[in-house]
């Protein structure tokens, strides 16, 4: 079975294992940005529409 992200990343830096570490956060931060323009996008477009998609 599959540990948390946080786990893992818990687990990087405990054992000094920053560029692991790092990677974890990159690709967290990466996807906050996605879901957020996503969503911008969304909401964009259904406000101008004035109609659910």
Do not use: Q
Request: charge should be positive.
């Amino acid at each position: 079975m599959k540990e948390f992200p946080a786990f893992e990343l818990f687990m990087a830096m405990r054992v000094l294992h920053y560029r692991d570490a790092l990677t974890l956060i990159f690709f967290t931060i990466l996807l906050i940005i996605l879901v957020e323009k996503l969503s911008d996008f969304l909401r964009r477009k259904i406000l101008i529409d004035g109609k659910p998609l």
